[in-house]
């Protein structure tokens, strides 16, 4: 009987110290590592740097800093289209061929050069946008000036209801109808009583103004060179010039042009 034990406890001991055979599983991780690995090299063996950014979603690409990349090292990039954040696979062989990418720039370009490059570029885009911005408020401002300045008008009707004159000439611009009557004389070389009548063709609102000629003057301070009309209201003044080729509306408050547009003169 003891031998027969011993017989049995041999047995187990042999079994326990069997080892299950080995399976080489290589994980999904390392299958998309190996992955972007690989399809960097072999672009970087054909001569293309570029790096993959994802182009969907709420993410979007810095345009100006893609720019200067390329601009500056060569370097282009290649939009992966759909959401990478939820494909994990996808995202990880992204992240492997850019760290690739990445390496072969230290090498090109020198080491830290693109990181150089890149924060450069980004620091420019920075302040591009907000330059946008600014110019953006600053367009916005203009025009609500201009509509309080239209609004702020009495009705021309009663200002030129009992008024003639003997000249009249139209300005046709691409949003404004100017007209230029006068009272001058064969002879005149600077006169008043020039009147402005301004129409809006985008709403409607106009302003009637009362100026004179406009001159270039000699030491003397004898009118020279003709150059058009001008009309003053408050911080405000209106310019028909004649000086270019065709005639020129510019609008003038607090030191800033608010108008400046090119028309043509029409006939009645």
């Known amino acids: 009987m003891r031998q027969l034990c011993t017989i049995i406890m041999i047995a187990l001991l042999i079994g326990c110290s069997e080892k299950e ?18 399809e960097a090299i072999e672009d970087i063996q054909s001569g293309h740097l570029r790096l993959r950014i994802q182009q969907a979603g709420s993410i979007t690409p810095d345009e100006y800093w893609m720019e200067a990349i390329t601009r500056e090292l060569g370097v282009t990039f290649e939009p992966y289209i759909g ?5 994990d696979h996808r995202l990880k062989v992204m ?3 850019n ?12 080491k830290g050069r693109f990181d150089q490059i890149s924060k450069q570029a980004r620091e420019e885009s920075i302040q ?3 330059i946008e911005e600014q110019s953006r408020k600053y367009m916005k401002l203009l025009e609500n000036k201009l509509h309080q300045l239209e609004q702020s008008q009495p009705n021309p009707n009663t200002l030129t ?5 003997r000249h009249t000439q139209k300005l046709l611009t691409p949003h404004y109808i100017v007209t230029i009557s006068d009272n001058s004389q064969e002879g005149d070389v600077a006169y008043d009583g020039v009147q402005y009548h301004g129409v809006s063709r985008t709403t409607g609102k106009s302003i009637t103004l009362m100026g004179s000629t406009y001159h270039l003057h000699d030491k003397q301070g004898t009118p020279t060179r003709f150059l058009g009309y001008r009309f003053v209201n408050g911080d405000t003044t209106y310019d028909v010039l004649e000086i270019d080729e065709r005639p020129r509306l510019i609008v003038h408050q607090n030191n800033h042009t608010i108008i400046d547009e090119h028309g043509d003169w029409v006939k009645e």
């Open 21 to 38: 055979p080995t399976v080489n599983v290589q994980s999904d991780k390392d299958l998309a590592t190996q992955q972007g690995i690989d």
């Open 99 to 110: 760290q690739t990418m990445y390496k072969e720039f230290e090498k090109k370009f020198g």
């Open 83 to 87: 959401d990478i954040i939820t494909d």
């Open 95 to 97: 992240n492997a061929y």
């Open 161 to 165: 209801a009992t008024k003639t004159f």
């Open 128 to 130: 591009l946008r907000a």
